[in-house]
């Protein structure tokens, strides 16, 4: 078939992937506020970084690596077919069947890799070197997340003719795999490699700006229709419902994680109100076009409570998730993975890819629960080890930590030569001097 372009659709991926690339900017903020303030540019430099490392990389090889023609046996994509993004007509796009251009599609998917890498500097916060997050950034962008996305959306292992054939199509809508589940295990298995932050658990390391954190989870939650609702390819009821369960199941597992935390600390706070935002924004993502109302409603709750129970494991388990990717990212991902299973429904106004089954709780057995998790199992063994060597081969060669002067000190100021905000001291002597 010819390649039609359709000028409504190509707007409205426009917009949605300036919407996404929104978000990690937002996550800048989100992440910074949580951190000490002695770190937070460092925190916020780690966001920019990811755009500027991985949106050279996946316009080079990038987007070839994990939508170009399979290299055999499903594991990754020809780099080389569009490489620099060249020769292509639009009769290639992914989104072709829907009159959006090839560039187009190529930009929108770029925005999917920045923030996955992204998501997971939020786990290591405080404690590792600039140069070696630039350096992992490019390199598990490359080896991690291009075979998993080619894996799960470019027709690999864990697509309708993968692992799974034999008992239905995967469903991800936008992302519960790829990108949360991806980088909450990437985050989990840095944070064991790199250690503890001096003085933690038993020194408070509270955020130093809360207004920073909501204004970072308000930016994330209107980035995100673009990512959810963009997922669609096109402006039409499918993207209506990605956007409305988006919308719905964030409200719910906001007011899920403050009631969690009110009936176990007496307090309901602005730090919950964010995290249970990006908690229901999470486990909706795989889900967004193919539950209903009452699906979403559930993955809500279930992602608010879970999530809020699930930051405390750190402590049980003593690994220094500093801001909480693992609690948030990979529970949460897999909540809205696994939930797929039970609320499923070809009966919704939305998506429901061919192949797939009903869930558990609409008539579908057990059957699109078991690929389910058979896909998140592979996503969290993928994800852990790929980034758990990466992890130690960067630590053997260029290493990974700052110094212990530099981490009591500050990495803004070390690495950086910036503060975010000027002492008590200077300030007072400059009004004393205006005096």
């Known amino acids: 078939m010819e390649f039609a372009l359709d000028s409504g659709n190509t707007a409205w991926m426009l917009t949605a992937a300036s919407l996404v690339l929104l978000m990690t900017p937002g996550l800048a903020f989100f992440y910074g506020g949580m951190v000490r303030g002695k770190s937070v540019l460092n925190m916020m430099m780690m966001s920019f970084a990811a755009i500027g490392v991985v949106g050279l990389i996946w316009v080079l090889y990038g987007y070839s690596g994990t939508f170009g023609p399979d290299l055999g046996g499903g594991w990754l994509g020809n780099p080389f077919t569009y490489f620099g993004l060249q020769g292509f007509t639009d009769d290639d796009s992914l989104m072709a069947s829907t009159g959006v251009p090839f560039l187009v599609a190529a930009g929108y998917q770029a925005t999917f890799a920045i923030i996955t890498v992204a998501l997971i500097s939020g786990a290591i916060a405080d404690r590792m070197k600039f140069s070696a997050w630039l350096v992992f950034s490019g390199v598990w962008v490359t080896v991690v997340y291009m075979p998993l996305a080619h894996w799960v959306w470019g027709g690999g292992l864990l697509s309708a003719t993968g692992i799974t054939e034999?008992?239905?199509?995967?469903?991800?809508?936008?992302?519960?795999?790829?990108?949360?589940?991806?980088?909450?295990?990437?985050?989990?298995?840095?944070?064991?490699?790199?250690?503890?932050?001096?003085?933690?658990?038993?020194?408070?390391m509270r955020p130093h700006n809360l207004p920073f954190v909501m204004l970072g989870a308000a930016l994330l939650w209107f980035g995100w229709f673009g990512f959810n609702a963009g997922s669609e390819f096109g402006a039409d009821s499918t993207a209506g419902r990605a956007w409305l369960n988006t919308m719905l199941a964030t409200c719910v597992a906001m007011l899920a994680w403050l009631a969690t935390e009110k009936l176990r600390d007496g307090h309901a706070t602005s730090l919950g109100a964010a995290s249970g935002v990006v908690a229901g924004l999470v486990a909706i993502t795989p889900a967004a076009a193919a539950v209903d109302t009452w699906g979403a409603i559930v993955v809500g709750i279930v992602a608010g409570v879970l999530c809020a129970l699930a930051v405390g494991l750190k402590f049980r388990f003593g690994f220094d998730d500093s801001l909480d990717v693992v609690g948030v990212h990979a529970v949460g991902g897999l909540v809205g993975t696994l939930l797929i299973g039970f609320f499923a429904t070809d009966k919704n106004g939305g998506w429901f890819p061919d192949g797939a089954q009903n869930g558990l709780f609409y008539g579908g057995g057990f059957t699109q629960l078991a690929t389910q998790a058979i896909v998140a199992g592979c996503a969290v063994l993928f994800s852990f080890t790929a980034t758990y060597v990466i992890g130690l081969i960067l630590k053997a060669t260029i290493g990974l930590r700052v110094s212990e002067e530099t981490e009591a000190g500050g990495i803004d100021l070390a690495v950086h030569a910036e503060t975010a905000y000027e002492t008590l001291g200077v300030g007072a002597r400059v009004v004393t001097e205006v005096k």
């Open 166 to 204: 034999g008992l239905s199509t995967p469903i991800d809508f936008a992302g519960g795999t790829v990108v949360h589940i991806d980088a909450g295990v990437a985050g989990l298995a840095l944070a064991i490699l790199l250690g503890r932050r001096k003085g933690w658990p038993k020194e408070p």
